[in-house]
């Protein structure tokens, strides 16, 4: 069974940072890249950043780019998204992906972990 | 980026009767590859997403034949035949053929 699962969320201040963390089974993570999705509360969903299978390419959303750093420890099936100079819009519930090679989309969702950034 | 639009944003429908949710793109999703990258995603109230079918038309396993996508360019149709229920939430379509991939604003499915 496939399974992700989030944490590190929690309450920052503006200008905080955060790191998350994705456990994943059921699969060879090594094998697909991944992707973070974050979704503000009672809005929809907005693609963040995703990882390539070893690491070497990654890309972001320009809303984060230069804030947010993605990562990925293959021998701990593990993803990270780094989020520097929080603000308080970068609130929302940020949930990992995985990615369906070859379908261009997202199969697998994990149950999301809450980020608020307030004072 | 890709603006995919859906409508209609809200959608009250009685049980048993069927259902159609609109996804259109700013441009078309025929990729270069021959395939045509849009999905259809179901969040139910307080779950993560869930995807029901991939490239138009493919339903994920364990996903009910009630669920049906269709489409093709700009314009995209998920339908549910039959409404029950466990169907009341929020769904989404995502394109994937343009980078970065984009997602549909959402529409809301309630019983009357």
């Known amino acids: 069974e496939v399974q992700l699962v989030e944490s590190g969320g929690g309450l920052v201040q503006p200008g905080g940072s955060l790191r998350l963390s994705c456990i994943v089974s059921?699969?060879?993570?090594?094998?697909?890249?991944m992707h973070w999705v974050r979704q503000a509360p009672g809005k929809g969903l907005v693609w963040v950043s995703r990882i390539r299978s070893d690491g070497n390419r990654k890309h972001y959303a320009d809303s984060v780019e230069g804030r947010f750093t993605i990562s990925r420890d293959n021998a701990k099936n593990t993803l990270y998204l780094q989020m520097d100079s929080l603000r308080v819009e970068d609130t929302a519930v940020y949930y990992c992906s995985k990615d369906d090679y070859g379908s261009n989309t997202l199969d697998y969702w994990g149950q999301g972990t809450l980020v608020t950034v307030s004072s | 980026d890709v603006v995919t639009t859906q409508s209609p944003l809200s959608l009250p429908v009685a049980l048993g009767q069927p259902a159609s949710i609109s996804c259109r793109s700013g441009?078309?999703?025929?990729?270069?590859?021959?395939?045509?990258?849009l999905s259809w995603f179901q969040q139910r109230p307080g779950q993560s997403p869930r995807r029901l079918i991939y490239n138009v038309s493919i339903r994920d396993s364990g996903v009910p034949d009630r669920f049906s996508g269709s489409g093709s360019g700009t314009d995209f149709t998920l339908k549910i035949s039959r409404v029950e229920a466990e169907d009341v939430g929020v769904y989404y379509c995502m394109q994937g053929t343009h980078w970065p991939w984009t997602f549909g604003q959402g529409t809301k499915v309630e019983i009357k």
């Open positions: 059921g699969f060879t993570f090594s094998n697909y890249w």
């Open positions: 441009q078309s999703l025929a990729h270069s590859d021959g395939n045509t990258y």
